[in-house]
């Protein structure tokens, strides 16, 4: 048996992570955790019976504590949990698919703790790379990608000398509003930005596909998982969602993998590697599927893209001011307070304001993140 612990089982990842074990048959969940959901969680361990979950809100933990009296799970709550939950003996995988920047503690915990990442929670990486990936190396652990379009870089890099990569080519769906100029922008509600045309997917990462934050936030993700710099990174839009992304090599050959987009195939993936196990399901029909398109990205019109590509290059805080205000921002705009374009409009003006820093340590990260926020708070209550 596999022994496994979710860092947000009640999500769109970590539920599709539980499909797979309930597919597969020997995978022991040891270890699960919510934000919130209490009542899907309760469901989970009542099927999967973990010996630990973790609900970050206390009075829900309390709560679920009380639901579950009857059982031998342990219920704990907040940061604490979660280092309890990563820190489980017999963990030897921790699938980190909680949202947000709340995942980078969690996780570099797991990584001291000697465990094996599936990473799904891509903003850890981008907020904390420089710290993450050296401390995986120094315990000889390694970080398998769930994001679909690392995933295929990494399967297309699989026994190839790292040395030949001359560029990876990350591609991009485009999102509800490919080929929309800015003023069409202006006036996009949550429930427009909601619909993405080939995932289903939760709702931060959704807006963050329709602004491209989202491919911002995967350049940075992949320029420290494969520690290459970031103009080897090239993004290309492909609207059919078939190539996952490609890697270039010095002779001119390019590989790349394709499938049918679903997310479950990465999971199981990062799950078994590197076995590749059989799994039910389409494939692709390449001859109805008809052509495969690809264009460069809009930068003019996706602003929150082209400020992705200039943190990315001066590094250093800058990405934690990047991200942390798209987290910021992206809840303000599904609450309804701001407009969509307001989320690439501030991210900017936070990355003008903030983002000093050039060699962060961990604290420092943790605290630009709540400058970030504070300095929003402020700016947005005001004006
Ligand atoms: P969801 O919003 O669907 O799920 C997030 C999970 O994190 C839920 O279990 C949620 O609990 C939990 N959570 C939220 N806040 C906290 C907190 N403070 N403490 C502990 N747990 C918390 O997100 P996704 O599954 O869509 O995404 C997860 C990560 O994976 C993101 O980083 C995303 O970018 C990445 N990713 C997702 C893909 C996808 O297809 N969904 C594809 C590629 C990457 P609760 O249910 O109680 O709110
Ligand atoms: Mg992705």
Redesign the pocket.
């Known amino acids: 048996m596999k022994k496994i612990a979710i860092?947000?089982?009640?999500?769109?990842?970590?539920t599709q992570t539980l499909e797979i074990v309930r597919e597969q048959k020997d995978i022991q969940v040891l270890g699960i955790?919510?934000?919130?959901?209490i009542d899907?969680?309760e469901r989970q361990i009542r099927e999967f019976s973990p010996r630990l979950a973790?609900v970050?809100e206390k009075e829900k933990a309390k709560e679920l504590a009380v639901r579950t009296a009857d059982l031998p799970v342990k219920i704990l709550d907040g940061m604490d949990g979660?280092l309890a939950l990563v820190n489980i003996p017999e963990v030897e995988t921790v699938v980190t698919?909680?949202?947000?920047m709340?995942?980078v503690v969690p996780t570099l915990a797991a990584i001291q703790a000697g465990k094996n990442i599936a990473l799904?929670?891509?903003?850890t990486l981008v907020t904390a790379g420089q710290i993450i990936m050296p401390a995986a190396k120094e315990k000889g652990v390694s970080i398998l990608p769930?994001?679909?379009e690392h995933s295929a870089i990494f399967q297309s890099m699989n026994g190839e000398d790292k040395r030949t990569v001359s560029r990876i080519l990350l591609t991009a769906s485009g999102g509800p509003f490919r080929g929309w100029k800015k003023e069409q922008l202006a006036n996009v509600r949550p429930e427009d930005a909601l619909k993405h045309p080939n995932?289903?997917?939760?709702?931060?990462?959704t807006i963050?596909s329709a602004t491209m934050v989202?491919k911002g936030?995967e350049l940075m993700e992949a320029r420290w998982l494969f520690d290459v710099e970031p103009d080897q990174i090239r993004i290309l839009v492909h609207p059919q969602s078939i190539v996952h992304s490609m890697v270039e090599y010095q002779d001119g050959a390019v590989i790349a993998q394709l499938g049918v987009p679903d997310?479950k195939l990465p999971i199981q993936y990062a799950l078994y590697y590197p076995e590749r196990r059989y799994r039910d399901g389409q494939r692709v029909d390449f001859a109805s599927v008809g052509s495969l398109t690809f264009e460069k990205p809009d930068l003019e019109t996706f602003t929150g893209l082209a400020l992705a590509l200039r943190a990315a290059k001066e590094g250093g805080v800058l990405p934690v001011v990047y991200n942390a205000a798209n987290e910021y921002l992206v809840a303000r705009f599904l609450r309804r307070e701001i407009g969509f374009l307001d989320i690439p409009f501030y991210i900017g003006e936070a990355m003008e304001q903030l983002g000093r820093i050039k060699e962060p340590t961990l604290e420092e990260i943790l605290y630009t993140e709540k400058e970030t926020y504070t300095y929003l708070e402020k700016r947005l209550n005001r004006s």
Do not use: P, Q, Y
């Open positions: 860092l947000g089982s009640t999500g769109s990842i970590g955790s919510a934000g919130s959901n899907l969680l973790v970050w979660l698919a909680v949202v947000g709340i995942g799904a929670n891509k903003e769930v994001d679909s995932w289903t997917m939760g709702s931060k990462i963050d989202n936030l997310m």
